[in-house]
């Protein structure tokens, strides 16, 4: 088996004429080919959409999608169903899973909205120049120089020829100024997946870490290659993660709850760590809650607090000791996210920090919603520890 599988993988390689392709590269072909097949259609000329039809198993995309759709999901007007068809075709559990792990042809994608949508809005454009009878050059000025929309550039235009009179009331036919609005973009739920994706990838690494027996561990070998393809993982991705969870461990915080081995001998980590615990995070909706809520803090708020709880983290007593001199930075950050911190009564001790003695405080828990509810520390630090992950991850 491992010699056929060898020369396939040679076959491929050659066919490529890269030395680094793989089997598994051809289930990510597959998938691209497949779900951009299914956003084309045949007045398509560009390159890309040629491409794929030339290898297309019928003549047009319309052939395709109909008996895509009548393989998958036996209803061809169903088409949002279809990226979840094919997710569930290649195994993933979620189509999540699939667009952002597996598809590397969105840009593509945008570009044939963009492209459709400056297709109708430049037929509108016509048919709204024509009711105005305002020059096509002149309308093009007006749009690039305001920002706004082909509508509203004639409106006022309208309103003043009296063509649309009957329709406005005395009490509208003043041309108010309209500024464009500011649209943030939701990035959450990318964030939130991509957290998802490095827990998964620490599973990993200590799956591979144990079976190893200690040794270094061959993120290409066929076992590694196995076990990461079975968890929806990309092996470049997986190795960034173990880099930073590394890197992390050397300069930001000691944190353990994962068994995979220090890269350095002189990383001292604590013999107790909490695996069973830390999984049963991922099933708890209180922690991705409190993702959520860290997460609403703006960049340099988030990176200040990562700091001051990578210091003040004590893997050996897991517990968070605050110093006394940062107290006060503690709760204003946390009072922003209306979390109250509970430094625990007579909980004072000194503890080394770079060789200096520090006063510090002991705090295990946040309170919320007036006292009501808490927020245990335990759980926050592997949130904290996830985000901090992240931001290493994060390209600056």
């Not at 749009?143 to 706004?148: D, E, I, P, V």
């Not at 959450?188 to 200590?206: D, F, G, M, Y």
């Not at 007593?317 to 940062?326: E, L, T, W, Y």
Request: proline fraction near 3%.
């Amino acid at each position: 088996m491992d010699k056929i599988f060898n020369r396939v993988t040679e076959a491929l390689q050659l066919a490529t004429g890269d030395k680094n392709t793989r089997l598994y590269d051809c289930r990510h072909a597959g998938i691209n080919f497949i779900s951009t097949a299914l956003q084309l259609n045949d007045s398509q000329t560009d390159p890309i959409a040629l491409s794929i039809k030339q290898w297309l198993p019928c003549v047009t995309f319309a052939e395709f999608q109909e008996s895509f759709s009548q393989a998958t999901i036996g209803n061809p007007s169903t088409r949002h169903a279809l990226l979840p068809a094919l997710a569930m075709m290649v195994g993933h559990s979620s189509a999540t899973t699939t667009i952002s792990n597996y598809i590397h042809l969105t840009h593509y994608w945008r570009w044939l909205a963009t492209e459709r949508e400056l297709r109708s809005l430049k037929t509108l454009d016509g048919g709204l120049q024509a009711l105005a009878t305002m020059p096509k050059a002149q309308l093009f000025r007006q749009k690039n120089k305001t920002g706004l929309s082909a509508a509203y550039c004639i409106l006022e235009d309208l309103i003043t020829k009296g063509a649309t009179a009957n329709l406005i009331s005395e009490e509208g036919s003043v041309f108010q100024e309209l500024e464009l609005s500011n649209i943030a973009q939701d990035t959450l739920t990318a964030k939130l997946v991509s957290i998802k994706n490095i827990e998964r990838s620490l599973r990993v690494l200590e799956h591979l870490s144990v079976t190893s027996g200690g040794n270094v561990i061959d993120l290409n070998g066929e076992q590694a290659q196995y076990v990461i393809e079975k968890s929806d993982l990309e092996t470049s991705f997986v190795n960034r993660v173990w880099q930073a969870y590394q890197d992390t461990l050397e300069n930001d915080v000691g944190y353990r709850a994962f068994s995979i081995p220090a890269r350095l001998n002189n990383v001292v980590l604590p013999d107790v760590y909490r695996p069973k615990a830390a999984e049963a995070y991922l099933s708890d909706p209180g922690f991705w809650g409190s993702i959520k809520v860290l997460l609403s803090l703006d960049q340099t708020t988030l990176n200040r607090f990562l700091s001051l709880w990578g210091k003040a983290w004590d893997a050996s007593d897991r517990v968070c000791k605050v110093p006394a001199n940062k107290r006060a930075e503690w709760q204003a950050i946390l009072g922003r996210l209306s979390w109250y911190p509970e430094f625990k009564q007579g909980s004072e001790v000194r503890r080394h920090q770079h060789g200096v003695q520090v006063r510090c405080h002991e705090l295990r828990t946040l309170s919320e919603n007036n006292g009501e509810e808490s927020v245990s520390m335990l759980r926050l630090s592997h949130a904290l520890f996830l985000l901090t992950l992240q931001q290493r991850l994060t390209p600056s």
